[in-house]
Structures are given as structure tokens and as C-alpha cells.
């Protein structure tokens, strides 16, 4: 099994496929500097660059859970976190992983670390866990939510914010001591969180969020597109968030951002996160499980069962009048994949 990462070198104008040696989908990356990359796999699997992208290497974590968000605070050190409370960390730029002991089953989704002693984890049942020690101890921190928050990010190491499920937003101004629920203006899951500077920030998921005062209060905006578990500013008003679709902002600091495809011709199209509900011959109908949008995979695959969260990659037709994805790849996942852990 392989799997696809997107790579672009003009600005984010178009955009190259490469495929992975992995044995599971890509979920999500990092990059320590301009040439040093690492992505987590749903296999338990590390992918890593050194040029850039240009080319990877798969990295034998020991660890079979698979595997969410991913940290890393130089060239060497880094952390990734995953289901059944899995935190493993490298001091050698991924040559060697070492399994970290948190004290939970939960599955951990969101990571941050300011250097390489301060950080914090999040996932399921409203978790989130501090560290000062690089990750050889955890302790819980009391969030008032039970939630899953697939988001955590701090400014500095007072400042900082957790997201998730139900649109939840949570703030600390002492390190996590004390968390204060936000009123984020949605309903919908949301937990990849990026600031351009001290003032503007987003929050992105099924829905975008974003703030012009630091992250005390939020406003909607409307970006037309379901899961995204990635998002980068440049500054102020130029954005990309990745999911679903590829979307890009020039407006992104303003009420009225407008947010734009920028998906090279030819990409296949990447349906995110969703469910079985029905099954036939040859035919799958998968649902978004918050918006029930539904979408119908034409293919062979014969795996995916009612019930089962899958990931699928392939190019759209129209048959009948109905939209159908001519299925190329069919992932299966557990309930929690990306940024969302289980409710």
C-alpha cells in the first residue's frame, strides 16, 4: 500500500503528487526547517525527509497505534501522539523512538511543545496533559469539558488555546493551571488552531473561526468546505487550509474572507472523513458524520463495512445526475481519525 503527499515549489500554485512506501494513510506533518520533515501514519509509522520533500524514508517507531499529531522542536527532537494514549518521542531526528508512559488509554490527538522540556498534549474526554520534563512525566490538567479536543497550541507558556468537538474553544493565560470556555459561534468539531502573530488566529475543522484580538473573542467565517486537519497563515491574510479540499485566503484577517480552491487539475479529490451507511454491489454510501452530506464510491473494494470510518481518494463523475467517486483508494479508520478524537 502506498499513500499520496502533495508537494508544491511556486507558492502553493500547483502541486506535485509523490507516493509513500507506508503501509497506512498519512496523517499529518512537520517541519523543523526548510529541509527536515517528519509525517505520522495510521500504521504507527513515522515518514521523514531530509531535502525538503523531495524524497522520504519510512522510520520503524516500534509502535503499532496509530498515529495523530506530531512535534518537533529542532532537527532532533520530537514527539508524536496517537491512540491508546501513545506518546513516543526521538531525540535523533526519528532514527530511534522511545515510548513515553502518559498514564491514559485516551487517544491523544493534539501536541505542542515550546522547547524541548514544555509542552502539552490533548484528546479524548476533554484531556489535556503538561509537561516540563521533554515527556517523561504528564500531569492532567482540569479543562471543565469532556469533549475530545483535537487541538492544542500555545503562544508562549502562558497563553494558549484547546479545540474540538462541538465547537469548543478553551483558554489559559497561566500555563493551563485554570482553562475558560470560549463562545466560538459554532456547533461543529474544530481543532487545528494557527496564529500569524499575537492578535490573528484561526481555528479550523468543519467550520473556520478566527479571532483580531488575540483569541478572547471568535467570529465564523465562511470557507465552504468539511474536515480540514491542516492550516498555515503567512501573515495576517494570506492562508491555505488542507482537508477536503485545498483552500487558500488573501482576506483571511478581514469579517468577509473569501476562500478559493487551489487544487492543481488532475489531483484526485480527497473526501475526508466519513461513514458507511449503506453498502451494494460495487457501490458505497459514505455520510460526513456531522453535516450527513452523503457521497456515492463506485468501487471494488469490498472491505469497508456499515459503520466503518473510511478515508478515500478519487476522481468525481456524474452519472444520472447523481455525483459519484470513482474510488482509487479506500482507507479504513477507527472513529477519531484526524483532528477528532471520539466524542
Known amino acids: ?28 506533518t512537520c517541519f523543523a526547517d526548510e529541509k ?12 521523514a525527509t531530509k531535502d525538503g520533500g523531495k524524497t522520504w524514508q519510512m522510520q520503524d517507531t516500534g509502535n503499532k497505534a496509530m498515529l495523530y499529531g506530531l512535534k518537533f522542536v529542532d532537527t532532533n527532537t520530537g514527539w ?6 501513545t506518546v513516543i518521542k526521538t531525540t535523533d531526528g526519528g532514527a530511534t523512538w522511545t515510548k513515553l508512559s502518559t498514564g491514559t488509554m485516551d487517544p491523544l490527538v493534539g501536541i505542542c511543545f515550546l522547547n524541548k522540556n514544555t509542552g502539552w498534549i490533548s484528546g479524548a474526554n476533554g484531556r489535556v496533559m503538561k509537561t516540563t520534563d521533554g ?34 474553544v478553551l483558554m489559559t493565560t497561566d500555563g493551563g ?13 474544530i481543532g487545528v488552531i ?19 484580538d488575540g483569541g478572547h473573542t471568535w467570529t465564523v467565517q465562511d470557507f465552504g468546505s468539511l474536515g480540514m486537519w491542516a492550516m498555515y497563515f503567512s501573515d495576517a491574510n494570506n ?17 468577509g474572507a473569501v476562500w478559493a480552491k487551489s487544487q492543481a487539475d488532475g489531483t484526485p479529490a480527497n473526501f475526508g472523513h466519513l461513514v458507511v451507511t449503506k453498502k451494494s454491489d460495487g457501490f458505497l454510501l459514505a455520510e460526513h458524520p456531522d453535516s ?17 470510518f473510511i478515508y478515500i481518494h478519487g476522481k468525481v463523475a456524474t452519472e444520472n445526475g447523481e455525483k459519484i467517486i470513482d474510488a482509487d483508494s479506500i482507507d479504513i479508520m477507527c472513529a477519531g481519525w484526524g483532528i477528532l478524537p471520539p466524542r
Request: proline residues 3%.
Open 80 to 85: 508524536a501522539v496517537g491512540q491508546e494514549g
Open 239 to 255: 492562508g491555505w487550509t488542507f482537508g477536503g479540499d485545498i483552500l487558500r485566503t488573501t482576506t483571511g484577517g478581514h469579517p
Open 36 to 47: 527536515h520533515g517528519w509525517a505520522t501514519c495510521m500504521s504507527g509509522e513515522v515518514a
Open 292 to 308: 450527513r452530506v452523503g457521497i456515492h464510491i463506485k468501487t471494488s473494494d469490498t472491505k469497508p463495512n456499515v459503520g466503518d
Open 194 to 212: 494557527c496564529f500569524a502573530n499575537d492578535k490573528e488566529g484561526w481555528i479550523a475543522g468543519n467550520a473556520m473561526v478566527h479571532t483580531s
Open 1 to 28: 500500500m502506498g499513500c499520496m503527499v502533495m508537494r508544491t515549489e511556486d507558492a502553493w500554485q500547483t502541486w506535485t503528487r509523490q507516493v509513500l512506501p507506508a503501509k497506512g494513510q498519512l496523517i499529518q
Open 177 to 189: 493551571d485554570t482553562w475558560v470556555k470560549q463562545d466560538s459561534g459554532t456547533k461543529t468539531p
Open 135 to 168: 515527556g517523561k512525566t504528564w500531569k492532567r490538567q482540569a479543562t471543565g469539558v469532556t469533549v475530545g479536543l483535537g487541538g492544542v497550541y500555545f503562544r508562549d507558556e502562558n497563553t494558549g488555546w484547546a479545540a474540538g468537538n462541538s465547537g469548543t
